[in-house]
Nanobody, 122 residues
């Protein structure tokens, strides 16, 4: 079993930045792909970014490419998401998740954190 807990959310003005962190416990996640997803009110959960177990291979949604950076520390069992040039459309609950395979579909992720709210004001 893996437990994931996100932190770092908050209220930021448009153009600002935030760094989200996800701490894993219960079992090392070094063999899992780690992803970030987000869900805005009334919308489906959508893919944001994913990093492969080694940390070198990443993938991003087109909407965040060039603005967000995902990274992981397999020693500390953490995953980070740096979010820059934030827009009001980035407002959502952000979730950290772990998958045994490489995927950008939430259906393929086994473990999920409770989420952290990110609100961007215009």
């Amino acid at each position: 079993q893996v437990q994931l807990v996100e932190s770092g959310g908050g209220l930021v003005q448009a153009g600002g930045s935030l760094r989200l962190s996800c701490a894993a416990s219960g079992q090392a996640v070094r063999s899992y792909a780690m992803g970030w997803f987000r869900q805005a009110p009334g919308k489906e959960r959508e893919f944001v970014a994913v990093v492969r177990w080694g940390g070198r291979i990443t993938n991003y949604a087109d909407s965040v490419k060039g603005r967000f950076t995902i990274s992981r520390d397999n020693v500390k069992n953490t995953v980070q998401l740096y979010m820059g040039q934030l827009k009001p459309s980035d407002t959502a609950v952000y979730y950290c998740a772990a998958a045994s395979g490489w995927s950008d579909s939430p259906r393929d992720y086994t473990y999920w954190g409770p989420g952290t709210q990110v609100t961007i004001s215009s």
